[in-house]
């Protein structure tokens, strides 16, 4: 099948790790702002329907490839066939949780044929380990560990504060200063917060402009919005609860 091989394949922990990277986000776009597209694609009338993760950041929907053994471990087959009987949230999260599971056999396949010793394969899991899995991102409960955010104070983030007097102030490139009289719990939530684009955790030097519709904060790059044209926007709705709203 085109595009589910890479060209050069993955040696090492980087290379692997990137080559994950790359497939999460493609399977991300799918299950979310691309849902319209993926679930229009899944038609239960068609065969047995894969989908794939690429190491371009994009996805496709496919039939399984012939090759036997394949290549590469394959992802879970039919899923076209739950599409309609199944509530569309549950229907994503299953997806989400089958393409994670693929995900780590693909990591792990290029590690066992490479020779990954005992301290590669403890690196690789650690580093896939510290981005939230497809299925925390798809359903908003991606956060990170406490122990994550308080023993790299270099790359510690912080919640864009709750400002949700409007849609306006729902949007920031930098964290406000904090109350002296908020709680520990507050500050230990705040810490846990992560794109529900991408899964990736706030910075303070990023624009970020929260879904009056879900409530989920977004890196504005991620949903194509700048701070100028986010201040003509008066209620702001990420492409997920868009095409939502659009699907009949």
């Known amino acids: 099948m085109e595009g589910i091989i890479t060209q050069h394949t993955p040696r090492t922990v980087e290379e692997v790790f990137s080559d994950f990277r790359g497939r999460r986000a493609g399977l991300i776009k799918a299950?979310?702002?691309?849902?319209v597209k993926f679930y229009q694609t899944c038609d239960p009338e068609k065969e047995?329907?894969?989908?794939?993760?690429?190491?371009?950041?994009?996805?496709?929907?496919n039939l399984p490839?012939?090759?036997?053994?394949?290549?590469l471990p394959e992802p879970a087959l039919g899923i076209n066939f739950a599409r309609d009987g199944m509530q569309e949230k549950d229907w994503v999260s299953l997806v989400a949780v089958h393409s994670d599971s693929w995900l780590l056999s693909v990591a792990f396949y290029f590690g066992a044929r490479f020779g990954f010793g005992k301290n590669e394969r403890k690196r690789l899991f650690q580093m896939i380990n510290d981005l939230p899995t497809i299925f925390e991102v798809v359903t908003g409960n991606a956060k990170q560990s406490k122990d994550h955010s308080g023993t790299n104070n270099n790359?510690?983030?912080?919640?864009?504060?709750?400002?949700k007097v409007s849609s306006v102030s729902k949007m920031m490139s930098s964290p406000p200063p904090k109350e002296e009289d908020e709680s520990e719990d507050e500050e230990e939530e705040e810490q846990g917060a992560v794109c529900g684009a991408c899964g990736d955790s706030y910075g303070t030097d990023e624009f970020w402009i929260c879904c009056d519709a879900c409530e989920k904060w977004f890196h504005g790059k991620c949903v194509k919005i700048t701070p100028a044209k986010a201040e003509h926007i008066k209620h702001h709705k990420c492409p997920s609860c868009t095409n939502k709203r659009a699907r009949p």
């Open 31 to 35: 299950l979310t702002f691309d849902m």
């Open 48 to 61: 047995n329907l894969c989908l794939y993760g690429l190491p371009n950041e994009t996805w496709e929907v």
């Open 65 to 71: 490839v012939e090759e036997v053994p394949p290549e």
């Open 155 to 163: 790359n510690s983030k912080s919640k864009p504060s709750g400002l």
